[in-house]
């Protein structure tokens, strides 16, 4: 009997293996889900075995897209529960070793097949919700000539296209995404098929069933195949699609690409798990080409979350097996918090390298309130603010006239993405990107801080590379050649271990800066086979008592100044940021070698802080030089080591002198091997704002950024191709005798360290362990004040209120557009403490007397 029991649920897992999307029905009130990493790349026996041998471990199936990657569940009675957690899961492990810890368990851990174990806690993603702009608009104006053109050119018949002013617009003419020329000469998306991963997809709407893709639709909240719209408000993502490919026919509007396709993956209308999420996004990877999202965590100006590893992991496979391995395109909303200081940095989707991020201008071109800014915003494209909306198509067969947000922006740049594709069906993943933010058009140049990067064009964190013309990226798109492939660099972990202390404002701190610097030398790239940036990502360890008074930054050795942390007045969080990522694409197209700076400081509008900054770590992805040894990427994998390992196999002498020509760094020293070379970390005595932009230092060369001689391959910019770094620092600063009296004393210094230093000193000490407070959460999401820290609210109040009129100074000069309402903060205070949530999935036994409370704590909130 049990024999026969067995081989059946060997039978039903092979049978469900082979059906792949036969998905049980959950249970989260009386289950607990997991996943299981098992290494069944060769033969399924691993699975087979672990099935047999946890025989109180209910195989329920495959993720979906995922090899290797499989569902269990177990009862919330279950003993195992109380030690049951996470195992080589995102860079966590925090299995209990509990009294009741089981040998077996033990063994089970010990099996050479098993790679990881990773809880799944149930969640409810949102929307990023439109943002009502007041004032109503008045019908459009007279002269209309562009917008008969098109109607009469093209035949359109769609009673509302007058009103899709994001297409023509003739109130304020030039502020659409100019594609008329497009569709003029046939570009409309013929053949691209765009995932809108939402809330639903109104399939039978007659404005979209002709352009909807089953095959690469799903339903994961309902778990069936077709994304219907079953609850009142899942209107969001039908609203999207049709910005992407409404019909052009007699019902409301057309899509910026209307011969195009779309499907729908509905995620956001109930509770899912992480794996949901990341089968979501590489569902139908063999159909869908582009993924557009517009949702994310909390948009409340305290949130900072992540995906979990398990949806990165998906999200790789994306780009790297997605549109027959040139990568699927994953556009992502920048999100809606703009009015509470949110930033998109603190947001590990908007903020992950393998999406675009798309921010929002207006109807008038100016930058709403509402959409947030941050170094990996790439582009703006139009939506909702200055009185208009974006007009769409609905469910229920209605036009929506309202639509908006961030949330509007994303599908229109992924509609417009799919007329570059059809451009030119060649690029990669990272082609798009380079084609972004060298085709997009800087708008409202007074007010975005813009930078003049090493690509020769200007950065801004409000507006990305500026916003996307239509016809300009798609004529750019079509003559452009592949990049090499990706390669990376990471350095290793830089101990810093200062401090920041202030209590009251005649703190010795006030004004502090913890500033730590990195020297990157062209031996470091070569042997990982770095030619040129693309994204550089920082990951830092710093403890704070209100994370939201802390500001970090990262100044390039070409002068590019990524504000990564921006403060945050309702960021009351005592977690400070823990392996947090922040990423930048302001960097672009810069060779890296030479000094890296980052600085860290409180904000100076707050009386009472403590942060500690324990340590960073750089990242560069990028081109490689040579394109036939590139890799393929692994994020498990330790490319720090793999890079000092490389370096200690190649002989050659130590080019400690050569790094110090290379850089202007007075402050540093170089290691013992002079690898990646920590410097000293330095403590400033200087504001922020004094050291913030150094603009100055650079005049763009052509500031006419849709010329036609701009828009080259970077490769033919100046400065672009210089062999080491030095060429650029001299030109770019033009010190150079100040640089060469630098150098110099930077040499003497390094002699006197040399012979100053014991071997094996301070920077090569084992790193030292810390613990946080509070063991982390599994998806770094955490919109709550952290009840372990002991918080004086009155205290922070009265700070506040004190310094209201500075704060009032300071947002000016920040550009900010709204303050906080600081009456809401209470309310921060009744969310329940995640972090206690977080760590009970490793003890789900108490959340299962009350799941709903539970699962509102994990609640991520997808904006926009
Ligand atoms: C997986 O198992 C196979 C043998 O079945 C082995 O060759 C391979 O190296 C293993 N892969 C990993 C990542 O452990
Ligand atoms: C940060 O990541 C490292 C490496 O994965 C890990 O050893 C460390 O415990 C992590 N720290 C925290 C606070 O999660
Ligand atoms: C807009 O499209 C037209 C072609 O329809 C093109 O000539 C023009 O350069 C584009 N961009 C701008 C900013 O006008
Ligand atoms: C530095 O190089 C020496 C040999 O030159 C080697 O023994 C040592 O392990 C290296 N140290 C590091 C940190 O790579």
Known sequence: ?????????????????????????????????????????????????????????????????????????????????EFLGNYNSNNRNFIKRHENFIEEYDNLLNNRDLKSIHMLTPKKLEKRAPVLIKDEFNAVDSSQLPLKDAIDKLGINDPIFQEQWHLVN??????????????????????????????????????????????GSWDFNDNTALPKPRLFNDYHGTRCAGEIAAVKNDVCGVGVAYDSQVSGVRILSG????????????????????????????DDGKTVSEPELIVKKAMIKGIQEGRDNKGAIYVFASGNGGRSEDSCNFDGYTNSIYSITVGAIDFKGFHPTYAEACSAVMVVTYSSGSGEHIHTTDIHGKCAGQHGGTSAAAPLAAGIFSLVLQSNPELTWRDLQYVAALSSVPVNEEDGHYQVTALNRKYSHKYGYGKIDAYQIAKFAKDWKNVKPQTWYYSDVIKVNENIEIQGADSPDKGKVLSSSIIVNSRDLDVMNLERIEHVTVTVNIKSSFRGQVGVRLISPFGI???????????????????????????????????????????????????????????????????????????????????????????????????????PAPTT????????????????????????????????????????????????????????????????????????????????????????????????????????????????????????????????????????????????????????????????????????????????????????????????????
């Open 1 to 81: 009997m049990k024999m026969m029991l067995r081989t059946l649920v060997s039978f039903m897992t092979f049978m469900s293996l082979i059906m792949g999307f036969e998905i049980p029905k959950r249970d989260y009130e009386n289950k607990n889900y997991f996943i299981v990493e098992l290494n069944t790349t060769q033969t399924n026996t691993p699975l087979t075995q672990f099935i047999n041998d946890n025989k109180h471990y209910k195989f329920e199936h495959q993720v979906r897209g995922l090899e290797n990657h499989f569902v269990f569940s177990i009862p919330k009675d279950h003993e195992h529960n």
């Open 170 to 215: 003739t109130v304020n003419p030039g502020n659409d995404v100019n594609v008329t020329g497009l569709w003029y000469e046939g570009i409309t998306g013929k053949g691209i098929v765009t995932s809108v991963v939402d809330d639903g997809l109104d399939y039978e709407s007659e404005d979209l069933k002709q352009n909807f893709n089953a095959k």
């Open 271 to 298: 509770t899912i798990t992480a794996e949901d999420e990341a089968a979501a996004l590489i569902f139908g990877l063999d159909v869908n080409d582009i993924y557009s999202c517009s949702w994310g965590p909390t």
């Open 561 to 663: 100044v990524s504000d990564l942390a921006t403060f945050r007045a309702r960021d009351l969080s005592g977690r400070g940021f823990e392996n947090w990522t922040f990423s930048s694409v302001a960097h672009w197209g810069e060779r890296g070698i030479g000094e890296w700076k980052i600085e860290v400081f409180n904000d100076p509008r707050t009386n009472g802080n403590k942060i500690e900054f324990l340590d960073w770590q750089l990242r560069f992805f990028g081109e490689s030089k040579e394109a036939d040894k590139a890799e393929k990427f692994d994020i498990d994998v330790d490319y720090a080591k793999i890079r000092r390992d490389r370096l200690s196999d190649d002989n050659q002498p130590e080019p400690e002198i050569t790094v110090s020509t290379e850089t």
């Open 669 to 864: 020293e170089a290691t013992e091997n002079s690898t990646t070379t920590p410097a000293t970390s330095t403590v400033q005595e200087e504001k922020p704002e004094e050291t913030k932009k150094p603009e100055e230092t650079k005049t763009p060369e052509d500031s006419s950024p849709t010329s036609d001689t701009d828009k080259e391959n970077p490769d033919v910019d100046e400065g672009n191709n210089v062999e080491d770094g030095k060429n650029k620092v001299v030109k770019d600063h033009k010190g150079f005798y100040f640089m060469a009296l630098v150098v110099v004393g930077f040499i003497i210094i390094m002699v006197i360290m040399k012979y100053h230093k014991t071997p094996g000193s301070s920077r090569r000490r084992r790193r030292d362990e810390y613990e946080f407070d509070i063991i982390p959460g599994e998806d770094y999401s955490d919109s709550e004040m952290d009840s372990h820290d002991s918080l004086d609210l009155g205290h922070r109040n009265d700070a506040d209120y004190n310094l209201d009129e500075e704060r009032n100074r300071l947002y000016d000069e920040l550009n900010a557009e709204a303050l906080p309402n600081y009456e809401e903060e209470e309310e921060m205070f009744k969310i329940g403490d995640e972090d206690d949530s977080k760590v009970d999935t490793n003890n789900q036994k108490e959340d299962s007397e009350n799941p709903q409370d539970n699962k509102d704590k994990k609640k991520v909130n997808f904006a926009d």
